[in-house]
Every structure is written in structure tokens, then in C-alpha cells.
């Protein structure tokens, strides 16, 4: 228990250290007409998510435990972390950040011990999926929250899991939930109020830490249907970019067309509301499938596809209904 205490307080203090850099060197975010926020921000707060498991390995070695299985992890958490923060600063090239996302899941492969000839096929499918999900994440981060909100909704089940399965250190889990608090604190507060963003060496970051996590229980059940624990944002990350293909947009160019930030900016939605909604949302998600869910890989599948189809109906229903008002914010941006 002190441990953890310890941890929470370093990590509180290293984030106040974190300001005082990101206001020297102007580390901030000003809003466009894309933004859901009005202010100048400091930007890169989420720097935290990689410090609390750079905590958490310090922790395990000052108690004797071996932790070299999980050192590629580590290097492509710093690898991701990095170019993530470097991007805060000066926009990098897309083709570079993807090559170094790209080694850096590969390094947390050879962690989950899946770089062997026997997973070949598995590999390229994994990579896919981990790539995409981190991309969707980063995409989603455009409220005060929302990343913090929907990293404990993610982690939480996954915790509550390991009690019973042990498929991984129930202390990384912990720590990285701390971690997810201390930036709370700062970030999860009404529009206008949040003290920093996440930028995308926070989404970026806990996105790895997370699946990092999703993989350990994916590869100790053998079963895939636990990305139900990613639905909500999956969902609204994936209809979002059908809509957008449908518009015949770039969908490289920065835009404010997720459902979250409807509700936020167009229906005047408080930031820490919609948070609410997304992660209770996915916590409900979440917990009904490991607790009222028959424990078969038929009713898995089962609930995973009736619970993404009703998820996407509700997409669809919500943006037919309220897109207009996103429609006539873009032409009054043109007058």
C-alpha cells in the first residue's frame, strides 16, 4: 500500500514539475475552429501515463522482482512516448510516426512473447488491430477527460479480471490506474477549467499501456472477444471515418465530427458529462459481458456483435438527427 502512495505522490509532483517546463517552453494548445475548447491549454499533462510505469518497474526491481521479460515493452513505450512528445512540439511526418508506432508494437510483441514462428499469421492481424486502436484513441482525445475517463473504464475490468485469472502483475494494472488518477485531477474538469491536455504523447501512451494489458488477457484465454472492452470508442471511431469517407474528406485533416464532440460543441454538453457518458457507457459494456455473459466462446461472439450493432444503430440515429447542427456551424465558419 505505501508503495502505491509513494507513487501517487512522485507522480503528482513530477506533473507540477511537468507545468512548470510546459509553460517555460510554451508547450500549449490554442484552440481553432476545430477545438472543442476556447483557451490556451498546456499541452503534453498525459506525459504521466508513461511515468507511472517507469514508476511501476522501479517498484518491481526495488522488490527483488525480475522484470526483463517486460523490457521490450518499456523501450517501445519510451519509443512511442517520445515521438509523441516531439510531435507535441513540431509536427512530425505521418510516415515517421507510424514506422516507430509500427517497431514499437513489435517490441511489445516480443514482450507478450509472441514473436515466434508458430504466431506468424497472427502478428500482421495484431499489428493492424494495435495500430488502428491507437490511432482511434489518440483521434477521440478532443475533450477534457475523455482519454483519462475511458483509460480507467478500459482498466478497471481488466483488473478486476486478473484477480481471478493472474495473467499478468496486478500491480502494473494499479499504477497505471494512479497514474490515470493524478492526471484527472488536472484534466478532468469542466469546459475551460482542465490545467493541461493529454496530447498525443498521453493518448498515444496509455492506448499502449492499455493493450499492452488487453493482450496479456486476450493471449492467456485465447479469446479475441475482449476487445469488447474497446467498443464505444471503436464503434464511434469507425463510423466516424465511414462518415467521413461518405463526405469525401482528407482523413488526415483535423475535424470535430465524432459524436462525443457533437454533444459537446453543437448540443453545448458539458466536457465532464459526455466523459461520463462514454465511460459508464463502456464500463456497463464491459461488465456485462464478464458477469451476465455465458462464459462460451459462442455466446461471446454473440454479445459482441448484437452489442457493436446496437452501438453503431445508435451512431447512426444520433447523427441523423443532430449532424445538420454541425452542418451550420460549418458554413457560418465561411461567412
Same mark, same amino acid.
Given at each position: 500500500m505505501w508503495g502505491y502512495i509513494s507513487i501517487a505522490v512522485i507522480l503528482l509532483v513530477a506533473e507540477l514539475v511537468y507545468f512548470k517546463i510546459a509553460d517555460h517552453f510554451n508547450i500549449v494548445d490554442k484552440p481553432n475552429e476545430r477545438s472543442s475548447h476556447s483557451r490556451i491549454v498546456l499541452r503534453g499533462g498525459g506525459v504521466i501515463f508513461t511515468l507511472s510505469i517507469i514508476a511501476w518497474a522501479v517498484m518491481m526491481l526495488v522488490q527483488g522482482n525480475d522484470i526483463t521479460g517486460y523490457i521490450p515493452f518499456l523501450i517501445g513505450l519510451l519509443m512511442v512516448a517520445g515521438i509523441s512528445f516531439v510531435d507535441d512540439i513540431h509536427s512530425l511526418p505521418d510516415s515517421l510516426r *507510424?514506422?516507430?508506432?509500427?517497431?514499437?508494437?513489435?517490441?511489445?510483441? @516480443?514482450s507478450l512473447g509472441m514473436m515466434q514462428w508458430s504466431m506468424w499469421w497472427v502478428i500482421p492481424i495484431a499489428l493492424f488491430f494495435c495500430v488502428g486502436a491507437?490511432?482511434?484513441?489518440?483521434?477521440?482525445?478532443?475533450?477534457?477527460?475523455i482519454t483519462a475517463g475511458y483509460g480507467l473504464a478500459m482498466l478497471i475490468p481488466i483488473l478486476l479480471l486478473n484477480i481471478n485469472m493472474e495473467f499478468m502483475e496486478q500491480s502494473y494494472l494499479i499504477?497505471?490506474?494512479?497514474?490515470?488518477?493524478?492526471?484527472?485531477?488536472?484534466? *478532468?474538469?469542466?469546459?475551460?477549467?482542465?490545467?493541461?491536455?493529454?496530447?498525443?504523447?498521453?493518448?498515444?501512451?496509455?492506448?499502449?499501456?492499455?493493450?499492452?494489458?488487453l493482450g496479456k488477457l486476450m493471449l492467456a484465454t485465447g479469446d479475441v472477444t475482449y476487445i469488447v472492452f474497446f467498443l464505444w470508442y471503436g464503434v464511434d471511431g469507425a463510423m466516424t471515418i465511414f462518415h467521413r469517407i461518405m463526405l469525401h474528406e482528407n482523413l488526415g485533416q483535423a475535424h470535430r465530427k465524432h459524436a462525443f464532440q457533437l454533444m459537446s460543441n453543437e448540443?453545448? *454538453?458539458?466536457?465532464?458529462t459526455v466523459t461520463m457518458?462514454?465511460?459508464?457507457?463502456?464500463?456497463?459494456?464491459?461488465?456485462?459481458?464478464?458477469?451476465?455473459?455465458?462464459?462460451?466462446?459462442?455466446?461471446? @461472439?454473440?454479445?459482441?456483435?448484437?452489442a457493436g450493432l446496437v452501438l453503431a444503430g445508435a451512431y447512426v440515429v444520433f447523427m441523423k438527427k443532430y449532424y445538420h447542427l454541425h452542418e451550420e456551424y460549418l458554413a457560418s465558419l465561411k461567412k
Open positions: *507510424m514506422a516507430v508506432q509500427i517497431v514499437a508494437f513489435l517490441l511489445m510483441f @516480443w491507437t490511432n482511434i484513441i489518440n483521434f477521440m482525445d478532443g475533450i477534457n477527460g499504477v497505471a490506474i494512479i497514474g490515470i488518477l493524478v492526471f484527472s485531477y488536472f484534466n *478532468m474538469r469542466p469546459k475551460g477549467k482542465a490545467k493541461c491536455f493529454a496530447g498525443d504523447v498521453g493518448s498515444i501512451a496509455i492506448a499502449f499501456i492499455i493493450l499492452f494489458a448540443l453545448k *454538453m458539458g466536457h465532464v457518458i462514454y465511460a459508464i457507457g463502456q464500463l456497463a459494456v464491459s461488465l456485462g459481458f464478464i458477469y451476465l455473459c455465458p462464459d462460451t466462446v459462442l455466446a461471446h @461472439w454473440i454479445y459482441l456483435v448484437a
